[in-house]
Structures are given as C-alpha cells and as structure tokens.
C-alpha cells in the first residue's frame, strides 16, 4: 500500500489530480473494496498527497492562491455532499461513470488548437484578466477568470473529490487549462491547493460515517507524503506540453482498467 501510495501521488502531483484516480480503481479492481470504501480510503491518500505537493509548490510560488482560495470554498459543501451520495451507488455504476468521466477529460486534454486569452474574455461570464508572476522561471503569465465558473467548478469538484476520492482535480485541471488557459504547470499547483481546502471536509465526513479502511489508507497516506515531495521536484524538469501528454495518458489507463473490470459481466449477460 506505501507503495502504490508512492507512485500515485508522484504521479498525480505531475498531473494535478491528487493521486486518487489511481488508486481508487486499485482499490476497486485489485482489493475489491466497495465503492464508498474505496472511495473513503483513496481520498485519505490524496489530502496527504495535496497537503505534501502543495507545500513544496508554494514555497515554488507557482500556486495562484485567490484562484484556488474561491474555487476552493466552494468545493466544501459539495465535498460533504459526494461523500453521504457515494454509499447509495451501485459498483458496476460507480466504476462506468468513472471510467467515462476520464475518457471525456483524456480527449479534452488531447484536443488541439489553444484558446487565446481575449477568446476566452469574449465567452466567459463576468471575466477579467489577470496576470500571475511565476517566482520559479520569473516568468508573468496572463490568463482569464469568472467568478461564476470558479463557483461551479468548485462545487463539482468537491462533490466528485469525495464520490470518487480522487480529489476532484479531474475538473479543476481542465478548467484551469482549458477554460481559463493557464499554463500547465501553474495548473498543476494550483489544483493542488483547491483539493486540500476541500477534501478535509469529505475525510471527516467519510469518516463519520465509517467508510474508511484506516489500515490501508494510513500507509496509503505515508506513500502520498513521499510521492507529493517527488512529483512537485520532478514538474519543474517537464515541459507544459509534457504534462498534458502525461496526464492524457493516465486519465485513459485509469479508465480502461475499470472498463476492463467489467468487460466480462456484460458479455455474460449477453449470453442466453
């Protein structure tokens, strides 16, 4: 389990998604925990992960801390919500909607063709652009932003970060990427820092309600501190390219896997 939570949470910190969306499915397909458990105890490894990576990307000053302070206050409730909803979901049900919510985010991060920031002005609500100096490359970057797109991003992030324990990166990352056309490894940091205002609060609720294996997700954990330090050392080495790349990827090996689980089932159920 340290293992696991090693790898994922250096993967995820590259990819900004928290490490959960590999080990929520580890859980599932290779332990066979039910979902709220696997859910419960994969979001125990990402806080850990979050809370490691995003200590190191603020002392790198890539973490746009307004951004993620407003996406992230929204992300509470919704964070509560995703973990009481999770126990009424059908396995088969919780697994295929993962799997296509990953698919959709893999093609969306593949697409081609950015947006320039004065599109994004034209397109978005109530947006303004906004300019953030990236202490590492001394570097400023200049990107759009909507209140009322912070809002719902974050809400659906706290809801799907505690449903799914995957942190909700898988939709703060697009937001930020697509939508606001922040640079990849700003988005990276940044997402970081909106799942660990949150995904205290699904923890505790998760934990309320007894959902959590605590002796798989305390070594879990111990390999997300780890991983958080290495993932963050490793972004500064890749390319903005590279990390779309890399978490195009991830988000299609994650979904195939749980896919894969049930591929099975439903031929069988075909068969007369």
């Known amino acids: 389990m340290a293992a696991i939570g090693l790898f994922a949470a250096t993967i995820g910190s590259l990819a900004g998604l928290g490490g959960g969306f590999l080990v929520a499915p580890i859980l599932r397909i290779v332990f066979a925990l039910p979902p709220e458990a696997a859910a419960a105890t994969s979001l125990v490894l990402v806080l850990a992960n979050v809370a490691s990576a995003s ?38 049900w919780f697994d295929l909607l993962y799997a296509a919510l990953l698919v959709v985010l893999a093609i969306d991060m593949l697409r081609e063709g950015a947006r320039t920031a004065a599109g994004g002005l034209a397109r978005l609500p109530w947006a303004v652009p906004t300019t953030f100096h990236d202490r590492t490359s001394g570097l400023d970057y200049t990107y759009v932003r909507s209140r009322p797109v912070e809002a719902a991003a974050g809400a659906a992030t706290g809801f799907l970060s505690s449903f799914f324990g995957i942190g909700g990166g898988v939709i703060v990352v697009p937001t930020l990427l ?50 958080g330090q290495l993932g963050a050392a490793l972004s500064r080495r890749l390319s903005s390219a590279t990390l779309v790349r890399v978490l195009a990827a991830i988000l299609t090996a994650a979904a195939v896997s749980l896919i894969v689980q049930h591929a099975g089932a439903l031929v069988g159920a075909r068969r007369p």
């Open 55 to 92: 200590v190191a990307f603020v002392r790198q000053g890539r973490v746009d801390l307004s951004l993620a302070l407003t996406m992230g206050a929204f992300a509470v409730p919704g964070s509560i919500a995703g973990a009481f909803v999770v126990k009424f979901a059908p396995a088969a």
């Open 178 to 227: 697509r939508v606001f056309e922040m640079p990849a490894h700003i988005v990276s940091a940044t997402s970081h820092m909106v799942i660990l205002f949150s995904a205290p609060f699904g923890v505790a609720t998760h934990a309320l309600q007894g959902n959590i294996n605590w002796s798989d997700a305390v070594p879990l954990a111990a390999g997300g501190l780890a991983g």
